[in-house]
């Protein structure tokens, strides 16, 4: 039953990391135009001295093995202030409101909790307050210093810290070129809040070219996938599953005027198939499906993140 748990704990924690799947495409003259401009907001975005996030990431799966299924899903509200010096080092206050509800082999769960995470001078704080249902008492009071004492707070221990605070946002550094998308699409555009033009592009990724370039080692490196009882040929196989089984489209929305990048929304539909020593050689079927919706503002605005008390 521990080693059930690690694993879903996994899985739950790969559907952060988001991903694409290969086609291959020829670009219409007003398509390379629209890919220009998308490339331009990634540069722009990830030149950025500071901003701010705020969105929402639900996700609802089914994990069968064996003629069970465990049904879970999982809302995270998420806010946060991000700052990048000029060595390229990033620190970040984030807090997240998650609920949890989960049916099946009789672990049957249902709760919530608010984690803090701070990251600063390379360290990684976390804090969990507000716990309801099966989340109450599972964690310490106050802050944790996760880099000097990573079991105190269950699953972060398999956080890279460097890699972990760009999670939220790591789809908008994907490159956007000819070899790297299969397609995109401009939609109608829409009006920002301060009355600017928003040009709205559907991207769709090629996860090849992706994988092989390096542009998906900042989120697949977010998690030690090990941690959760997994060998690291288990851990390779549970990724390449995801990678394979995976659909992704984002939806960017940019200031026609700025450049700048004020919205991402995507909605990732998983179908996977996972067999090693954890699952005793049986094949376990992951069903999943990721809406992710965020939104960017307070761009190089003023941002200090403090190093939090730890008790």
Same mark, same amino acid.
């Given at each position: 039953?521990?080693?059930?748990?690690?694993?879903?704990?996994?899985?739950?924690?790969?559907?952060?990391?988001?991903?694409?799947?290969?086609?291959?495409?020829?670009?219409?003259?007003?398509?390379?135009?629209?890919?220009?401009?998308?490339?331009?907001?990634?540069?722009?975005?990830? &030149?950025?001295?500071?901003? @701010?996030? =705020?969105?929402?990431?639900? +996700? /609802?799966? #089914?994990?069968? !093995? &064996?003629?069970?299924?465990? @049904?879970? =899903?999982?809302?995270?509200? +998420? /806010?946060? #202030?991000?700052? !990048?010096?000029?060595?390229?080092?990033?620190?970040?206050?984030?807090?997240?409101?998650?609920?949890?509800?989960?049916?099946?082999?009789?672990?049957?769960?249902?709760?919530?909790?608010?984690?803090?995470?701070?990251?600063?001078?390379?360290?990684?704080?976390?804090?969990?307050?507000?716990?309801?249902?099966?989340?109450?008492?599972?964690?310490?009071?106050?802050?944790?210093?996760?880099?000097?004492?990573?079991?105190?707070?269950?699953?972060?221990?398999?956080?890279?810290?460097?890699?972990?605070?760009?999670?939220?946002?790591?789809?908008?550094?994907?490159?956007?070129?000819?070899?790297?998308?299969?397609?995109?699409?401009?939609?109608?555009?829409?009006?920002?809040?301060?009355?600017?033009?928003?040009?709205?592009?559907?991207?769709?990724?090629?996860?090849?070219?992706?994988?092989?370039?390096?542009?998906?080692?900042?989120?697949?490196?977010?998690?030690?996938?090990?941690?959760?009882?997994?060998?690291?040929?288990?851990?390779?196989?549970?990724?390449?599953?995801?990678?394979?089984?995976?659909?992704?489209?984002?939806?960017?929305?940019?200031?026609?005027?700025?450049?700048?990048?004020?919205?991402?929304?995507?909605?990732?539909?998983?179908?996977?198939?996972?067999?090693?020593?954890?699952?005793?050689?049986?094949?376990?079927?992951?069903?999943?499906?990721?809406?992710?919706?965020?939104?960017?503002?307070?761009?190089?605005?003023?941002?200090?993140?403090?190093?939090?008390?730890?008790?």
């Amino acid at each position: 039953m521990k080693k059930w748990s690690l694993l879903l704990v996994g899985v739950l924690m790969l559907a952060l990391v988001g991903s694409v799947s290969a086609q291959g495409t020829t670009f219409s003259d007003e398509e390379l135009e629209a890919i220009e401009f998308v490339s331009e907001a990634v540069d722009t975005f990830l &030149a950025l001295e500071s901003y @701010t996030a =705020e969105g929402e990431n639900v +996700l /609802a799966q #089914d994990i069968s !093995i &064996a003629g069970t299924t465990i @049904t879970q =899903e999982l809302v995270q509200e +998420l /806010a946060g #202030d991000y700052a !990048i010096d000029e060595d390229g080092m990033v620190s970040a206050a984030v807090t997240i409101n998650q609920t949890i509800d989960q049916v099946g082999a009789g672990m049957n769960i249902s709760g919530g909790m608010v984690m803090e995470i701070v990251v600063a001078e390379e360290t990684l704080y976390a804090r969990v307050s507000d716990t309801t249902g099966a989340m109450a008492g599972m964690f310490p009071d106050g802050w944790v210093n996760v880099n000097e004492n990573p079991n105190a707070i269950a699953g972060m221990s398999a956080i890279n810290t460097d890699q972990y605070v760009n999670l939220f946002s790591s789809q908008v550094g994907y490159p956007v070129n000819e070899d790297s998308i299969d397609a995109i699409t401009e939609l109608d555009s829409v009006e920002g809040e301060d009355g600017q033009e928003l040009r709205v592009f559907v991207v769709e990724y090629n996860v090849d070219y992706l994988d092989e370039s390096g542009a998906l080692d900042q989120a697949l490196g977010a998690f030690d996938f090990t941690q959760f009882g997994l060998s690291q040929e288990d851990a390779d196989a549970l990724i390449e599953s995801f990678l394979d089984g995976m659909e992704l489209k984002t939806t960017m929305r940019i200031g026609a005027d700025d450049g700048l990048i004020y919205g991402l929304d995507s909605d990732m539909q998983v179908e996977a198939e996972f067999s090693g020593a954890i699952t005793q050689g049986q094949t376990m079927t992951i069903a999943q499906t990721v809406t992710y919706a965020i939104r960017f503002s307070g761009f190089n605005e003023p941002v200090e993140i403090d190093v939090p008390d730890v008790n």
